[in-house]
């Protein structure tokens, strides 16, 4: 059963936007804070930004003023738009329940070119 589902990386040039999405099943989703991570090749697993069920966020300090995250409590969805994207930014994408409660999902690759 399919729980977390990323979608929206892509190929992008440097300077350029993403917007990914993350749909969650409600058991997972419903009231709990959410976070979004990355896997850079050959790194860690790191956190990327988080937001709780009132709206609040964190931000790692490499993606401070260019990445923001959402979510849409009505469609178990959250979002990371992300702007200026750089290519220390390319990295597989993943969703969870921060702090993690979930099976990873695949996971959405960003690809940042310079």
């Known amino acids: 059963q399919v729980q977390l589902v990323e979608s929206g990386g892509g190929l992008v040039q440097a300077g350029g936007s993403l917007r990914l999405s993350c749909v969650a099943s409600g058991t997972i989703f419903s009231g709990k804070p959410m976070g979004w991570f990355r896997r850079a090749p050959g790194k860690a697993r790191e956190l990327v930004a988080t937001?709780?069920?009132?709206?609040?966020?964190t931000y790692s300090n490499s993606v401070k003023g260019r990445f923001t995250i959402s979510r849409d409590s009505a469609k178990n969805t959250i979002y990371l738009q992300m702007n200026s994207l750089k290519p220390e930014d390319t990295a597989v994408y993943y969703c969870?329940?921060?702090?993690?409660?979930?099976?990873w999902g695949q996971g959405t690759q960003v690809t940042v070119s310079s």
């Open positions: 937001i709780t069920s009132g709206g609040g966020t």
């Open positions: 969870n329940t921060y702090p993690l409660g979930a099976s």
